[in-house]
T-cell receptor, first 117, second 112 residues
């Protein structure tokens, strides 16, 4: 299994509170991603990072911010959580580049289940 | 915008049957396509990745094919087992290496 951990694994919070989810990898992969998974929508990309301090928006980035100060850590922050952000959040990593499948495969963490009341 | 569709949404088969899962995508200018397995309450496990220049990939009882021109991929599972029961997702990365992946909603497979 790829060395990806997410913390916390479960969190219940109230509307309007800030929440930070952490993704940690031990693979030294360049690319890191945050997705959310919701019934009826599948997985959707929130933000991704292509290097330390290099990030970009995904399909559903509104209400979320990210930071990557070290290769191994990628943080997802909900500045003021809303009930619509109740979801399962997955972190993923990949090397990317070149024609090698080894480099382009995306690996996922175990997920964080977030409930916003 | 790339749209990825997986049909059927659910499939039930008897043990030992060979089966095919389908994935279709609207934009043929893809970088690669990846098949995943997801067990209930768990993360995604990568099964196979096909680069845009490849036609198929095989791993054990699994074989994935890619036909970019028709916007289709199939995942073939031979001699299905109860342990194969899970949701299978396909995901397509767009035309450049930095493009994000678009996921299908998945096919929930039950092997009885």
């Amino acid at each position: 299994d790829a060395g990806i951990t997410q913390s916390p694994r479960h969190k219940v919070t109230e509307t309007g509170t800030p929440v930070t989810l952490r993704c940690h990898q031990t693979e030294n992969h360049r690319y890191m991603y945050w997705y959310r998974q919701d019934p009826g929508h599948g997985l959707r990309l929130i933000h991704y990072s292509y290097g330390v301090k290099d990030t970009d928006k995904g399909e559903v980035s509104d209400g979320y911010s990210v930071s990557r100060s070290k290769t191994e850590d990628f943080l997802l922050t909900l500045e003021s959580a809303t009930s619509s952000q109740t979801s399962v959040y997955f972190c993923a990593i990949s090397l990317l580049g070149g024609e090698s499948s080894v480099h382009n495969e995306q690996f996922f963490g175990p997920g964080t289940r977030l409930t916003v009341l | 915008k790339q749209e990825v569709t997986q049909i059927p949404a659910a499939l039930s088969v008897p043990e030992g049957e060979n089966l095919v899962l389908n994935c279709s995508f609207t934009d043929s200018a893809i970088y690669n396509l990846q098949w995943f397995r997801q067990d209930p309450g768990k993360g995604l496990t990568s099964l196979l990745l096909i680069q845009s220049s490849q036609r198929e990939q095989t791993s054990g009882r699994l074989n994935a094919s890619l036909d970019k021109s028709s916007g289709r991929s199939t995942l073939y599972i031979a001699a299905s087992q109860p342990g194969d029961s899970a949701t299978y997702l396909c995901a397509v990365r767009g035309g450049t290496v930095d493009n994000d992946m678009r996921f299908g909603a998945g096919t929930r497979l039950t092997v009885k």
